[in-house]
């Protein structure tokens, strides 16, 4: 019977939880190249907030082995990469750090060996692009010595219901066999079972469409917020009494960042374009949620202005840093647009934000980050909640508020205590 020895690339939200979840079966190696990643890791940190401590010492102790030091994936049979896909400055696909994983890889392959890719990407990516680089470096031949599959990663950081054990994991392969052969193996650690693609390139637009499907009813969500904002409706109201309705699909207006659906589409996007097709709708869409901290901006200032307050030099609190609620995930945050617009007026901003690290924030933004609200401790003409962490909801936030001040709600989740929201 074939023994595993699963090597997995890139050991952040996506790689070390399946690093762990393999580890339960199989001797398994997980690579990286940050060296302080890996340091906290083998001492049962997680800064991610993924996987407890408990459980990763557990997994040291029996069958997972970290390192900085790529060497560690020789011997492996069956590589997974989980490396992150970008977009550079012009929002343009960055595959770069896929080109390296595969490069890495290439130099261990031996003959039979197996590598899965769970990177999103568009359509094509891992047979016209990584399969290349990994014949290349290998010296060995596609299909014969060497065999490929796409499962595509589903980790929703924060989400503890979803975590990858027991969600339905898309699988393919290569060959029919070799299809069979992976789905088998994700099979064996999984609980949510897999749903086996009928090919590689199914797998890939499967995978992207998902995060551009929820882009493009989030950008609706977010025009018609502006539209009940200018026709003076609460927005909020509008889609409860909508939600009422069987089949109304419950997305709410708000900030659209992190690495998954702030920069999926624009994968889509760039390989319709490379066929000499424009997908306007997925354009307008990334178009409207890229530009919806600017927007947050501007209502914050105009409604200053209707009060009659002075905005050069107004003290204002933005509360919630990351992408999304009650983690610590910062990639791609738009409440950085919100920051950097509103810094235009001359105001004196705070932000706070107990899930994020001060020093990550430091050198990933340039901003400074206050993580203890007991440093907060002066009254603010505004308060901005950017992020629906959880400990927001038993803060005395209103008891920070000058008499008369605005407190701004974007996320809908405070309507008790805020006077305005998106």
């Given at each position: 019977?074939?023994?595993?020895?699963?090597?997995?690339?890139?050991?952040?939200?996506?790689?070390?939880?399946?690093?762990?979840?393999?580890?339960?079966?199989?001797?398994?190696?997980?690579?990286?190249?940050?060296?302080?990643?890996?340091?906290?890791?083998?001492?049962?940190?997680?800064?991610?907030?993924?996987?407890?401590?408990?459980?990763?010492?557990?997994?040291?102790?029996?069958?997972?082995?970290?390192?900085?030091?790529?060497?560690?994936?020789?011997?492996?049979?069956?590589?997974?990469?989980?490396?992150?896909?970008?977009?550079?400055?012009?929002?343009?696909?960055?595959?770069?750090?896929?080109?390296?994983?595969?490069?890495?890889?290439?130099?261990?392959?031996?003959?039979?060996?197996?590598?899965?890719?769970?990177?999103?990407?568009?359509?094509?990516?891992?047979?016209?692009?990584?399969?290349?680089?990994?014949?290349?470096?290998?010296?060995?031949?596609?299909?014969?010595?060497?065999?490929?599959?796409?499962?595509?990663?589903?980790?929703?950081?924060?989400?503890?219901?979803?975590?990858?054990?027991?969600?339905?994991?898309?699988?393919?392969?290569?060959?029919?066999?070799?299809?069979?052969?992976?789905?088998?193996?994700?099979?064996?650690?999984?609980?949510?079972?897999?749903?086996?693609?009928?090919?590689?390139?199914?797998?890939?637009?499967?995978?992207?469409?998902?995060?551009?499907?929820?882009?493009?009813?989030?950008?609706?969500?977010?025009?018609?917020?502006?539209?009940?904002?200018?026709?003076?409706?609460?927005?909020?109201?509008?889609?409860?009494?909508?939600?009422?309705?069987?089949?109304?699909?419950?997305?709410?207006?708000?900030?659209?960042?992190?690495?998954?659906?702030?920069?999926?589409?624009?994968?889509?996007?760039?390989?319709?374009?490379?066929?000499?097709?424009?997908?306007?709708?997925?354009?307008?869409?990334?178009?409207?949620?890229?530009?919806?901290?600017?927007?947050?901006?501007?209502?914050?200032?105009?409604?200053?202005?209707?009060?009659?307050?002075?905005?050069?030099?107004?003290r204002i609190l933005l509360m919630g840093f990351t992408f999304k609620e009650n983690c610590p995930d910062m990639r791609n945050t738009?409440?950085?647009?919100?920051?950097?617009?509103?810094?235009?007026?001359?105001?004196?901003?705070?932000?706070?934000?107990?899930?994020?690290?001060?020093?990550?924030?430091?050198?990933?933004?340039?901003?400074?980050?206050?993580?203890?609200?007991?440093?907060?401790?002066?009254?603010?003409?505004?308060?901005?909640?950017?992020?629906?962490?959880?400990?927001?909801?038993?803060?005395?936030?209103?008891?920070?508020?000058?008499?008369?001040?605005?407190?701004?709600?974007?996320?809908?989740?405070?309507?008790?205590?805020?006077?305005?929201?998106?």
């Amino acid at each position: 019977m074939k023994t595993y020895q699963i090597g997995l690339i890139g050991l952040g939200y996506v790689g070390f939880p399946l690093a762990c979840l393999f580890a339960k079966k199989y001797p398994t190696r997980g690579y990286d190249p940050k060296k302080e990643r890996v340091e906290a890791l083998l001492k049962g940190v997680d800064h991610t907030g993924e996987i407890p401590t408990e459980v990763i010492q557990e997994r040291l102790s029996t069958h997972l082995q970290c390192s900085s030091d790529p060497d560690i994936l020789e011997g492996c049979n069956v590589y997974i990469i989980g490396v992150p896909t970008p977009i550079d400055l012009y929002q343009q696909p960055d595959l770069r750090p896929l080109e390296i994983a595969s490069q890495t890889v290439g130099k261990y392959l031996k003959e039979g060996a197996i590598v899965i890719y769970e990177s999103t990407v568009y359509p094509g990516v891992t047979e016209e692009v990584c399969v290349p680089i990994l014949a290349k470096a290998s010296g060995l031949k596609y299909n014969e010595s060497f065999f490929v599959g796409y499962s595509p990663e589903r980790i929703n950081p924060g989400d503890k219901a979803h975590t990858v054990e027991n969600i339905c994991k898309i699988t393919s392969g290569s060959t029919p066999v070799i299809a069979q052969e992976i789905d088998w193996l994700y099979n064996t650690v999984l609980e949510g079972g897999t749903y086996p693609a009928g090919s590689i390139k199914i797998a890939e637009a499967a995978k992207v469409i998902e995060n551009a499907q929820r882009d493009v009813n989030i950008a609706f969500m977010n025009e018609i917020a502006k539209i009940f904002n200018i026709l003076e409706i609460d927005t909020q109201a509008v889609l409860a009494a909508a939600g009422s309705k069987w089949n109304f699909l419950p997305f709410r207006p708000g900030l659209v960042g992190g690495h998954c659906i702030g920069v999926d589409p624009y994968y889509l996007i760039q390989k319709a374009k490379l066929h000499g097709l424009s997908p306007r709708l997925m354009m307008e869409s990334r178009k409207i949620n890229d530009g919806m901290g600017g927007y947050i901006a501007q209502q914050v200032i105009k409604k200053m202005c209707k009060k009659g307050m002075q905005v050069k030099g107004a003290r204002i609190l933005l509360m919630g840093f990351t992408f999304k609620e009650n983690c610590p995930d910062m990639r791609n945050t738009k409440v950085i647009d919100i920051y950097h617009a509103l810094q235009e007026y001359s105001v004196e901003q705070t932000l706070y934000d107990p899930w994020v690290n001060s020093q990550e924030a430091k050198q990933a933004y340039e901003v400074q980050i206050e993580t203890d609200f007991s440093q907060i401790k002066r009254k603010y003409q505004v308060i901005i909640l950017c992020v629906a962490h959880q400990q927001f909801q038993s803060l005395p936030i209103q008891e920070l508020l000058s008499e008369g001040g605005i407190l701004y709600d974007v996320k809908g989740h405070f309507r008790d205590i805020a006077t305005d929201s998106l």
